[in-house]
């Protein structure tokens, strides 16, 4: 076997490739767009650059074939809180059922790290953000939200065989919009709704920078200093908003205020994959066009949960139950989608976990994030609960 460097276009180009032609086989594959995996590592585009070095590999069999890809990078920004080490991360894994191929993409990666002084490694996890490209699929193997790992089941094996063990698991809750809420959430919004002072509303597109402040706002009282999370000023929410906006429905994107000050929000937006699986990667112009017929079209019956938060302040007060019997009142009542699914809530968060599971959802999947210590000898402890 022959470990090759991405170094240049043709490499670069490869290295996405190789991840269709492993997967092209794997029931419920949506091959990414291609332009999301080449932003990862496009300096101009990620900003985890900034403080941060990555570098690819592919992995050649002696005949001639790809077997195998993996990043390595140095984020010095990610830590969890209690962690005593340095932590790297590896992702973007793909190998064929070979534990021997898996054990030189990782033994590969693993020396990288400590040369540049890191004491573990967690993976799979994506170079930059937390809401895409994080953690290994280990349960519930059918099609992916947008952005979302996606893998044969055998890479369980390939990564705890190696020695690697969940640091955190991701659970993802669904449900199906027309099944009623029960009836909790009904008094608890009742009981609110006597007090003027509350009020819940959906976005408006010609309102994006009002509601990109708020959403800041939210931000940085319910999750900013989070594992090493940092305030999110108002242009970089309003970035965020104007790069959602042309795929935003305004009607799943709701907000809730006490005294006109914004308290919780719950976004939520198509599942772009429902589109781009048509796309088979490219996002050309052909495909821009497919993907407006698509969408005014009506094409898209499921949406996605990306944030849901109520600041400290309105916890545990059912200010969350107000908030979703009133986004429910549209979304059920105009039969806007037929299925919802949430972005992954870590099981170091049993307060979101009991949220998710109120609302009568199911687990619809699950992705872990797995930690190896490099001194075997070192206590292993998972992620800290929240």
Known sequence: MELVKVDNAQTARLFIQVHADLNKNNPGWVRPLDKDIAAVFDPEKNKTFKHGECVRWLL???????????????????????????????????????????????????????????????????????????????????????????????YKDLFEQYGFQPFFHQVCFALKVKDPLQEKFFTRHDQLAKDPGFTARHLRKNKLEKFAEDFSIIYNKAWAGHDGGKELSKAQALRIFRQMKPVMDERIVWFIYYNNEPIGCWLNLPELNQFFKHMNGRFGLWEKLLFLWLKYTGRCRKFTGIVFGIIPEFQQKGADAYMIVEGARIIQGQHLYDDYEMQWIGDFNPKMINIAESLGTYRSRQLTTYRYLFDRNQEFKRHPVV
Not at 83 to 111: E, H, S, V, W
Not at 114 to 126: F, K, L, S, T, Y
Request: proline share 4%; aromatic share 12%.
């Open 60 to 154: 050649r069999s002696d005949d001639g074939t790809w077997i195998g890809r993996i990043a390595a990078f140095v984020n010095k920004k990610y830590k969890t809180k209690g962690d005593t080490q340095r932590t790297g991360g590896i992702g973007f894994f793909d190998c064929i059922n070979d534990q021997a191929a898996a054990n030189l993409l990782l033994d590969t990666a693993k020396q990288w790290l400590q040369e540049r002084g890191m004491e573990a490694m967690d993976g799979p996890i994506n170079f930059g953000e937390r809401d895409r490209w994080w953690g290994l699929l280990t349960e519930g193997f059918h099609e992916p939200l947008y952005c979302m790992n996606h893998n044969p089941p055998y």
